[in-house]
């Protein structure tokens, strides 16, 4: 059954790295609370207490205008196939966008991307296991490659004109910060 730890044992990273999907939940103090999901290969353990994962161009920008407001977060992890496990990550997070330091300290643990728009690092503060009895069994058949062949498509220039139509501001019209300050 469930347990709580203070950080990621070698088998729960062994288990992150054979996920084809994670979760996102971020809210502020008022507004939506958002859950997205993530898929692709952009989740990297760094540590037993830090992880980053690279946050694609998509049609909101969500998490980055909740952790301006609020910087906790919540990654959730479950087995599709295999043993049946619920894994979640709760902690604090940091967001950095390409003129960033740190965003260019990570950005080679990924595969290049056009579409790359934040890096996401979070300091974990609990780490909790359930037993997703009840999550079903699904296959994976392959990822979809359609964000990755429009980010291409696009070019770097017209990326940055869809962040300044699309990404400026959350659905709750909270600020990103994705063209700066």
């Not at 967001?95 to 260019?104: P, V």
């Not at 609990?126 to 058949?141: E, I, R, W, Y």
């Not at 004109?161 to 063209?179: A, H, Q």
Request: proline content about 3%; charged content about 25%.
């Amino acid at each position: 059954m469930g347990k709580k730890l203070e950080s990621i044992t070698p088998q729960l990273q062994e288990f992150i790295e054979h996920q084809n999907i994670f979760f996102v939940g971020t809210a502020a103090a008022e507004g939506n609370v958002n859950v997205s999901p993530k898929g692709t290969d952009s989740f990297r353990v760094i540590n037993k207490n830090k992880i980053v994962w690279l946050n694609l161009t998509g049609s909101g920008n969500e998490t980055a205008a909740h952790l301006i407001k609020n910087n906790r977060m919540t990654i959730m992890f479950c087995a599709f196939e295999g043993k049946p496990i619920i894994l979640r990550l709760y902690g604090v997070a940091k967001i950095f966008h390409i003129r960033d330091q740190e965003f260019s300290k990570y950005i080679n643990l990924f595969p290049e991307n056009t579409g790359s728009r934040q890096i996401i690092e979070m300091q974990v503060d609990l780490v909790q296991t359930s037993c997703g009895f009840a999550v079903p069994f699904m296959d994976f058949k392959e990822e979809r490659t359609t964000l990755n062949d429009w980010s291409k498509k696009q070019g770097e220039e017209k990326i940055k004109e869809y962040w300044k139509n699309k990404n400026t501001k959350s659905i709750d019209g909270f600020e990103t910060r994705i063209l700066g300050n």
